[in-house]
């Protein structure tokens, strides 16, 4: 049997809570952190290799709590293997500075979103010196970015940030195609090759996963998936499963990833392939 390496295989991101949905609304949401830390080994097993983390307070509220942030972390690397990526994104509301401080967590991965970009009826901002603020702590403190990119333009800002400030910690730049996002680009395969094409402007090796909120969580992890790209999938970007069928878990969805996966003949690599695809060191005595 042919072994599978990340250069052959699926590297597979679960988002699991995000910042947006509501505990009421969405009662599959995990939002505690026993709540959390069961999602994530379930999912490991199934196939994810990397964990995207929002957080929520004691009353099911996004919250960038640094104590709170540090005891997740520290729960994630003592029972899974998982790759643990906080979101420095946060939600909306969520002043720069707290946004910042979430890299004093010290995880292993942080997000980085390259620019501003509409969100429903929000704004998501992202000033150019935020950027580069989050670009040059996580090469301080080393941790290893994802660069979110959620309009094409980002992708021009990514390459503008490397050449003025370097690679990021570990070398490697792997970056996050979020489509579909109202006020964003559209999650289409059409678009994701024209992102895939405008990645000859990043350094050779560069790599890229995608996900589609919503309704275009299909479409965009088959075309990433048909263009050499890797998968996020998880309720931070789509709770509903199909029309009229809300997702039971964030397991049904990385289930459904790995499936997918597996018929393209990419299927999902390991926690430590995906450590070494992405330039993250391994952690000692992980694993539950
Ligand atoms: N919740 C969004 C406003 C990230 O995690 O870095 C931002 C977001 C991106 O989800
Ligand atoms: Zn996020």
Redesign the pocket.
Known sequence: MTETSWRTGTLITVAPT???SGKADVPALPVTLDELVATAKECEALGASVI?V?IRDGAARPTLDLGRLRDTVAALRSTTDLIVQL??????TDPEADRLRVLDAAPDMA?C?MGTVN?GDDV?VNRWQFVVALHTRMQDRGVVPEY?IFDLGHLAALERLLGKYGLPHGGHVHVDFVMGVPGGMAGTAETLVACRHAMRELPAGSTFSATGIGRTAIPVLLASLAAGGHLRVGM?DTVSYAKGQPVESNMQLVARAAAFARLAQRPPITTGQARELLGVPAEVGNGG
């Open positions: 995000g910042a947006e995207h929002h979101s420095s994104g946060g939600a909306v997000s979103t969100f998501f979110e931070e």
